[in-house]
């Protein structure tokens, strides 16, 4: 039952996360991935502090990895938020097994080029979301569960002219 | 007393409509800035706010939507170390004039308390009267 959103957002836990997906998927559980908040404890306090009522749970890469399949046969539903490619990434070659991951906020940053409102992708984020479809990962964009899901290859052309 | 300042840190264009309401009922507002999370990362947000608060060497208030935002999470990141500056979320219309009609009054510590009472105080039900 565990694993119900795994999700690219470079805000991590925010108002999307905690009400839209939250609402819809009532998680238990959220696991943050991220190297830098799980080296901060005030970053930790502050994450776990802005979700109400969910146990929030913020580890480096190498413990997302670990936990990663025991979490898979745990009770509830569980979502797993990264704030970047780099870091789904990582997760995946790492040995997680991830079906489909959620596009869901990735701003624009000098580099990056528009996909849409919430998605901007430099050459790096093209080529990391590449090698995550040869490992066989869908690469689904939708910001929030009302929002239409679509494939990153049917809207980003970038991607698939390489 | 010194005026408590605040900035008003809400999803799409929220502040700039709180304000507009404000302003209907107030007169004129002055003093007050507003920033939109559209668009803006947790770092650019961040950055931002920063920005804005810098000045603030007696305090002063955020004035956020909902908890567990990005408005009120980057808040409480950018405003980390100043001590009197307080992150307050939920601001409704009734706050948000409490505020204007009290910040020469109090200092920043004390008026977010009472922003917080008047927050849920104007939180009221009135039923319909049966026919």
Redesign the interface.
Known sequence: MSWALHRVD??????QV??AWGHHLRPRRIWVVDDASAASD??RD??AD???GVEVKVVAVAEGIRIHSEEAAAEGPALLLV?DLRTALALVEGGATVAVLNLG?????PGRTKVN??LYLDAEDRARCRRLLELGVKLEVQDVPAARSRSLLEVDPEIARA | MNRVPALLVM?SDLGQALLRAAAAVYGPVEGIEVLSND??????LERQIAGKVEGWTHGGLLLTD?????C??CG??AT?GHGDIVVVTGLNLPTLLDYLHNRDQYGSLELADRLQKKGRESIRLHHGQPV
């Open positions: 470079d805000r991590l836990i925010h108002g905690v009400v005030w970053e502050l994450l802005a979700a109400p704030r906020g990735l701003h624009y940053a409102d919430y | 999803h668009g803006l990362s947790r770092e650019a909902f908890w567990g935002g990005s009120h999470v409480v990141s980390r």
